[in-house]
């Protein structure tokens, strides 16, 4: 006889998915929609063994206070950069789902065995019925990585009964910001250890990467030479790029160079290839999203005639990035090393 449990779990399914032609309707109707469904996802998850229950924690997420009462058991995360923050945290007995990883050869190697018996919920945007299907008591994402309004969000999962986390970097998507900073990456990381109950785990990783990252700022310090920067994502008759809220561009001020989109006021987004030329990049950062791959992208420059008279094309100044590395994460720091190498190597050691 099936439990009472797996009853009310499949009567919450159904309810939602009765209701995923909503899902393109704005947040607040997508609320409403969800909202049906809350009582009996709150009723299954407070029995739900191993949640510890705790003093209430207060946490700022995208400028606004988000009240963590439990320890979560059940999370999904989505995004490789974000799930690689994860690993690196030694959470991966909390995972019951990842997305956003369309190849588990992009992570880390040491990382990959870890995610040998965690399900593949995605390997594109969200889905809600495999999301609930996994039962999460908590979602970490970001905007524009699986969050988006009119589909899945922080507050449509509050509804749920689903409490969640938001990638520092893309709020900017939500809310205004002065700034992107690698203190942006080491933040979130410090929230996840006190959001797990893990903070000694955090506070260590943290402390050793805040600590590189000084070594080289410092070495830089009295450096004034600012080689100019082009963070070329993707894109043929546009080119993706990165403006001044985008975690390359912290990567790029921290390793002593200058991003030649800071003008650009949001974080991943078009420029124009006649800013480019007009800019005249010393270096290129290419960022590696499969998407063509790297060498194709790298020959894609090349060979593009109007690009042929930059200094980075004619003495083919190329520095090579995974996603992971120039989207928040636990490799950010290793990341800007190299390109403070490249940039300066006078004053930074070969990695």
Known sequence: MKSNRYMRKQLLVSCCLKRSALMTMASLALALTLSACSDHRTEDTSVMPGKAARAPLSIEVCGRPVVYDKVPQRAVVHGINLLEMFLA?????????????????????????????????????????????????????????????????????????????????????????????????FSDLLN????????????????????????????????????RVFVFDSGTDIPVTTGRYAMPHAMIEAAGGSNIFDDLNSSWMRGNWEDVIARDPDWIVIVDND???????????????????????????????DFSEATPGPRNVEATRRLAHALHPAHIPRP
Request: glycine content about 8%; charged content about 25%; aromatic content about 6%.
């Open 89 to 185: 945290l030694g959470l991966q007995d909390r995972l019951v789902g990842y997305g956003g990883l369309r190849d588990i050869q992009r992570l880390p190697k040491a990382m990959q065995p870890l995610l040998a018996q965690v399900p593949d919920l995605s390997s594109q945007g969200m889905n809600l019925e495999t999301l609930l299907n996994a039962e999460p008591d908590f979602v970490f994402s970001g905007w524009s990585y699986g969050f988006r309004q009119g589909q899945i969000t922080p507050a449509s999962l509050q509804e749920l009964g689903i409490a969640s986390y938001v990638l520092s970097e893309s709020c900017i998507r939500q809310v205004a910001r002065e700034r992107v900073s690698l203190e942006d990456t």
């Open 192 to 227: 996840l250890g006190r959001i797990f109950d893990i903070e000694a785990r955090a506070g260590a990783l943290v402390r050793g990467q805040r600590a590189e990252l000084q070594r080289i700022t410092d070495a830089l310090k009295d450096q004034v030479d600012k080689p």
């Open 291 to 321: 998407r063509p791959t790297a060498d194709g992208k790298r020959q894609f420059l090349l060979a593009k005639p109007e690009l042929s008279q930059l200094k980075a094309i004619r003495e083919q100044k190329f520095v090579l990035m």
